[in-house]
């Protein structure tokens, strides 16, 4: 390729084109009388079809709708044989999987001199037949006919797909040729240019604008054509850039609701955003058609990202059964072969692939975001260096190197190689964002400890590093006596204040529901000023996290997702009263309604929810999977368990070997064991509707959120008489006497609200949701002066909500009255989990050691006081001062008495604290 | 417990006391000749609901209690309010234009040249349509009108605090040379409940806002207290922060976010801020010869002090520490001396200092 043509992009030829104004009107005469002339893969009708009683354009129309069926049906009975038909016949077999049928259709034509030569050629490249389709393609290129240009571009492409990248660049380059003299002005032959630009953008990143020129300009000149747009929404999610991709294929999908190429591509957006229709989308899919190569294929992935090998297998051999040649099903194969431990295979089928394609860096990439996705990230990393050793020009693979060094800790390599990345491809969103990210870690500062290495934003780690280090170490402690194990140190954690920022640490773009995200060694998670107070409790994340560190080490990150998140909020539950997911009422619907999954798919709960509160569920019953398996078994259960997983076992040998049990035998078990334990509970629900179709929860790594959600028993205009008849009749349902208990305490008759309360509570004690009992109760004994059954209330409350904030400043308050002060302290020390930026709670604190003589804590919290920059800063640093001096620190207490007198020079508590230190006290 | 901090739990009253000599220095600097007097008019505008008309009451009673506190006497204090049944003993009249104006009015007969007039609106505002306008019982007054009554105040010191809503707009129409302008928001598009006149209020009672401990609060340091208050309450809760206050008096206009304080060249606002002080400073009834001579000891130390603090960021810290280490002992004795020479104007009150330590 000449620099000039590398450099020159794309030229607009005005005369030859027609203004995007003009496009709109300009495109049904185009498509009806000058691309009749055309006849390129997009031909137009003949003149002669129009004549018929449901014209050739008619069907068209259906096809362009969707009506597959019917189209073809009517070609039959009208047995047309002109090209028109035979296109609009061979569009709707390939648009259903008909592949075979469509290249019969061709026996006996001169595709090449009707101009179908390229149809043609694609009909046998759907099937696989590359070598018949290269010939095709030959003919048509030679035969110089109407479809040439596109015959070359499809040439080239063929040789890209074999690795011949010059080959294939001088092809593409010659359409960005063809377009600048003007030779390419039909939409097929647009498109053409497009995909070369896009194919070229790696060399000259510049182009993927020039290819978006071009699918504009092709959807201009025939706006009814969908392929264009679904090329726009391909390009568009490749760079990260979801929503331009929705809008995009959502265009297309308005037209024709069936196109299978546009749901493929909407599903994978789906499946980017984490919309959990992202399945059903796909099945549409197939629904047309199910020789969907490409949709195959990702249907494999989605199943190996669940972790389900042998589904994975199944659909891939699917798509070979269309396509024995296809890289990217070979790729699935090889990945599948890999992360199941079958080396050999892996090895045949890597060797496979490149042999057919010696520089497909695409099968290391896919490899390594495989591996990514399975928490493998010393592997991705691994694999994503070969595949830019093979192809020095694969963006795409640096991105992954540098994104999964990042992940290791490894930040200056990660940042070298995103840099690389970014510079061959700036329109990358994830590696932008990325590098903007590391762009602020200047801001962060080190804290190191024993075992952990903590980075937070300088402006916070004064007052979250004594508390993070404290409960990390106490983790630390906990865990590796409990696992035997010690993972490699120090450990990571990244904790950042804005929320977005960990977002695109984790994912790459802001918008992701995760509370916190463990790769192995490296952690990172919001920071509590990143999420409304009563909404995150950051020690809860942090010690979930660091679960995460053992339990995916100690398996040489072979662990199944469902178990790992499972002992993580297991763990969380153990650390603190109240830690960990709690049960709702949406997981005794799903429980009574059979909507929970049994073990072998759990982890699809996960991975792809079919219901937005589906993961949500699946955290809780992992957990509860995870605790009755200790309680059954013992923890060295659990442990074995691991040590299988470790090996390579499968999920029925491990179970097998850990408790002699298969896999229906457990479920069957632990679906009992539930049904016993919430029995009663479920039973208060009633006919309670299943949660399945309600509102989004937060998801991801680090468990769904926390955050109270809308108070379910409350009623915009209660009617209090049809209430109490209702709670009268239905003294066992749970919601009714809830909600009868509710509207009675927002009206503050607080002792009738009493009873439907308290007969509430003990249906379904484990409630502690949004407008559950014990709040109300609490305030209804407060108000009685009954502070003994509030504090007991609140108590249970707190023991199993860990982020009831309001409540457990209320429980302290209580307790302190009440003369309780070491459980008043208990208490304030968990509130500070949900949130440390309260001066009142440090405050009490600091006073509740100071006059208990724990100096040593007194200056934590003290210290935290200084550091939250209250208004009274000379008398907080007195105070600090006054701790550190009793609490031996007089170096400290020198300093900190120094800054106080710096505020305030003339501060006489100060004055006399710095003279006693200095020994010229009174 | 909540956002907001507790106030003056554990500020004893002896600050006041020992540091009366170097707050003569700067109510000297402030105010102009010993003697000027304070003077305030607090208003709350129309609430438009009763939660709001309750709390702009609560705030107001707050500053006109934080003024008597400090030694303004009555007739120098004038409260209008939206509801005077709210509180008719201090309510003198209702809040509407005329009776506003008519207030200010009587301000300049009533201080004199020299003195400090401190005018606070606590109540909503608007200004993203039209002049900026504080509502008042009636027609609304626009930020103009305000500009022109107080023509008359131009030497006196005048700190008008216009805690409502939308009421960034009033900062560039009463910019003025030897004025303080302090206001809720940045500009009038800023139309969502303001925080502010809340920690306003808290920041002038009961010294939540005498940052640097002399006893007494500075326009400055309620801004600073207010500001970081709002600041802190946002973060808190987790909301979008939908106010920043501004404080603009050197006349520019303009107006600052961070003012910044003594520090302060003429080309940066927060100098005259931190300066004006809002309360009565009693005088010592007879400084002797000795405490004379200790007063002017401790000038000199604090000066060297300011010196030093500037030169912080060149030295190293451990230099710098034992160097203020020196200084700051020197002044704790010069203040010991202070107090056994019996020149305090007001006696011990006997308080105990933060966690029970008992004062000397």
């Known amino acids: ?922 | 417990m909540g956002g907001a901090a507790p106030s003056g739990d554990v500020v004893s009253g002896r600050g006041w006391n020992r540091l009366l000599p170097a707050a003569l220095l700067v109510y000297a600097l402030a105010s102009g000749p010993l003697g000027a007097e304070n003077h305030l008019l607090v208003v709350t505008g129309v609430g438009g609901e009763q939660s709001y008309t309750e709390r702009f009451h609560a705030w107001a009673t707050r500053v006109v209690e934080a003024a008597l506190e400090a030694g303004l006497s009555e007739d120098r204090v004038v409260y209008l309010g939206e509801r005077p049944e709210l509180d008719p003993e201090r309510i003198r009249d209702r809040s509407t234009g005329e009776n506003l104006l008519a207030e200010i009015e009587a301000l300049t007969k009533q201080s004199s040249a020299g003195d400090t007039v401190w005018i606070v609106l606590f109540g909503h505002g608007s200004g993203s349509a039209g002049p900026p306008r504080f509502n008042l019982p009636g027609r609304d007054l626009v930020a103009e009108q305000y500009a022109a009554a107080l023509e008359p105040l131009s030497d006196r010191r005048v700190v008008f605090i216009n805690a409502s809503s939308a009421s960034g707009g009033f900062i560039a129409p009463l910019a003025k040379e030897g004025r303080v302008v302090i206001t809720a928001t940045r500009s009038g598009a800023q139309g969502n409940e303001a925080l502010f006149g809340g920690y306003i209020a808290e920041a002038l009672d009961g010294g939540a806002g005498d940052r640097n401990k002399d006893g007494r609060t500075s326009a400055l340091e309620a801004f600073e207290f207010a500001q970081r208050e709002v600041e802190r309450y946002y973060r808190q809760a987790g909301q979008i922060r939908t106010e920043h206050a501004l404080l603009e008096d050197n006349g520019d206009g303009k107006g600052s976010l961070e003012p910044a304080g003594l520090d302060a060249d003429g080309q940066v606002d927060g100098r005259l801020a931190s300066l004006v002080l809002l309360g009565e400073e009693a005088l010592p009834a007879a400084l002797t010869e000795e405490s004379r001579e200790l007063a002017e000891r401790r000038g000199d130390i604090e000066r060297r002090i300011d010196e030093l603090r500037l030169q912080r960021e060149s030295l190293d810290e451990d230099v710098y520490l034992e160097e203020l280490q020196e200084l700051m002992v020197e002044l704790a004795l010069v203040d010991r001396e202070l107090d056994e020479s019996g020149t305090k104007s007001g006696e011990d009150d006997g308080s105990d200092g933060p966690n029970g330590e008992p004062d000397r």
Request: proline share 4%; glycine share 8%.
């Open chain 1, 1 to 922: 390729m000449s620099e000039r043509r590398h450099s020159a992009g794309l030229r607009r030829v005005e005369s030859r084109r027609p203004r995007r104004a003009d496009a709109q009107k300009q495109a049904s005469f185009i498509q009806v009388l000058a691309l009749v002339l055309a006849a390129g893969v997009w031909s137009p009708l003949t003149a002669a079809a129009q004549d018929e009683e449901v014209s050739l354009q008619d069907i068209e129309q259906w096809i362009l709708t969707g009506r597959y069926g019917d189209a073809l049906e009517q070609l039959e009975i009208q047995s047309a044989d002109d090209a028109g038909a035979l296109r609009l016949r061979v569009e709707a077999l390939t648009s259903t999987g008909r592949y075979e049928e469509a290249a019969r259709a061709f026996e006996g034509v001169d595709a090449t001199g009707l101009g179908l030569g390229v149809l043609r050629g694609r009909v046998a490249l759907l099937a696989g037949d590359r070598e018949q389709a290269g010939r095709w393609f030959e003919e048509a290129r030679a035969a110089r006919g109407r479809d040439a240009l596109v015959a070359s571009f499809e040439l080239a492409r063929l040789a890209w797909d074999r690795g011949d990248i010059e080959e294939a660049a001088r092809g593409f380059y010659g359409m960005i040729d063809a377009y600048n003299t003007g030779a390419a002005d039909t939409a097929a032959e647009l498109l053409a240019v497009a995909e070369a630009c896009r194919l070229l953008g790696r060399d000259d990143p510049e182009l993927f604008k020039d290819a978006l020129r071009a699918y504009d300009e092709a959807v201009a000149l025939a706006p009814s054509w969908p392929l264009p747009r679904v090329r726009v929404g391909e390009l568009f999610l490749e760079k990260y850039d979801s929503g331009q991709a929705r809008s995009s294929l959502a265009d297309v999908l308005r037209a024709n609701p069936r196109h299978p190429e546009a749901l493929l591509a909407m599903a994978r957006t789906m499946r980017f955003d984490g919309d959990p229709r992202a399945q059903a989308t796909l099945d549409a899919a197939f629904d047309v058609n199910p020789n969907l190569t490409p949709a195959r294929v990702f249907q494999a992935w989605l199943h190996l990202g669940a972790e389900r090998w042998e589904e994975a297998r199944d659909e891939a051999g699917k798509a070979l059964d269309v396509d024995p040649g296809s890289l990217t099903a070979r790729t699935l194969l090889a990945a599948a072969a890999f992360l199941d431990g079958r080396d050999e295979d892996f090895a045949r089928l890597r060797d496979g692939v490149l042999a057919d394609n010696p520089r497909y860096a695409d099968l290391f990439n896919d490899l390594a975001d495989a591996s990514a996705d399975n928490r493998l990230y010393a592997q991705a990393r691994d694999f994503a260096a070969e595949a830019v050793r093979i192809d020095p020009k694969s963006w795409r693979g640096y991105g992954l190197l540098g994104m999964n060094q990042l992940r290791l800790g490894d930040i200056e390599a990660g940042r070298a190689n995103l840099e690389t990345s970014f510079a061959g491809d700036p329109y990358n969103v994830w590696t932008k964002n990325t590098l903007d990210l590391l762009d602020t870690f200047g801001e962060y500062r080190m804290v190191e400890s024993e075992h952990f290495e903590f980075h937070i934003h300088d402006r916070e780690a004064d007052l979250l590093a004594p508390y993070m280090v404290e409960l990390a170490e106490e983790a630390w402690a906990a865990l590796s006596e409990r696992y035997r194990f010690e993972p490699p140190t120090p450990i990571r954690v990244e904790v950042y204040p804005s929320h977005a920022d960990f977002s695109v640490r984790t994912v790459g773009l802001a918008g992701l529901g995760a509370l916190g995200v463990c790769f192995g060694p490296v952690l990172a998670l919001d920071s509590p000023s990143a999420r409304q107070v009563g909404h995150f409790n950051w020690g809860g994340t942090l010690w979930h996290e660091i679960a995460h560190t053992f339990t995916l080490l100690a398996t040489d990150s072979k662990i199944p997702r469902w178990l790992t998140e499972g002992l993580s909020v297991l763990e969380e539950r153990r650390a603190r009263p109240g830690w960990g997911d709690d049960v709702q009422v949406g997981f005794l619907t799903a429980l009574r309604d059979g909507e929970l999954l049994g073990i072998a798919e759990i982890n699809d709960g996960f991975v792809r929810p079919k219901f937005p509160n589906q993961i949500a569920l699946a955290y809780l019953q992992a957990s509860l999977i995870s605790e009755w398996i200790e309680e059954n078994y013992g923890f060295d259960a659990v442990l074995s368990m691991l040590a299988g997983y470790r090996d390579g076992k499968s999920t029925e040998d491990v179970f097998d070997e850990a408790m002699s049990l298969s896999l229906e035998e457990f479920d069957e078990r632990f679906f009992g064991h539930l049904r016993a334990r919430f029995g009663s509970a479920m039973a208060a629900l009633g006919d309670a509707p299943s949660e399945s179709g309600e509102e989004d929860q937060d998801e991801g790594e680090g468990g769904p959120s926390r955050a109270p959600t809308r108070n379910p028993f409350e009623r915009r205009e209660p009617n209090l008489e049809q209430l109490a008849l209702a709670a009268m009749e239905n003294p066992d349902d749970f919601r009714i006497q809830m909600t009868y208990g509710y509207a009675l305490f927002r009206e503050e008759r607080f002792a009738e609200a009493e009873e439907p309360l308290v007969r509430g509570r003990d249906l379904f004690p484990e409630y502690v949701g949004s407008g559950n009992a014990y709040t109300l109760l609490a305030e209804i004994y407060r108000q009685q002066e009954r502070e003994e059954e509030a504090i007991e209330a609140l108590m249970t409350l707190a023991a199993s909500n860990e982020t009831a904030w309001d409540e457990h400043l209320a429980l302290a308050e209580l307790l302190g009255a009440a003369g309780r002060e070491e459980e008043e302290a208990e208490i304030l020390e968990r509130s500070l989990y949900i949130s440390p930026h309260d001066l009142g709670v440090h405050r009490r604190l600091a006073e509740r050691a100071f006059a208990s003589e724990r100096f040593a804590l007194a200056v934590r919290e003290r210290a935290a006081l200084v550091a939250l920059d209250p208004p009274d800063r000379a008398v907080a640093l007195y105070e600090l001062a006054l701790a550190q001096h009793r609490a031996g620190r007089p170096e400290s207490a020198r300093r900190t008495v120094l800054r106080a007198l710096e505020v305030a020079p003339g501060y006489d508590p100060a004055q006399e604290l710095l003279l006693d230190l200095v020994g010229k006290g009174s």
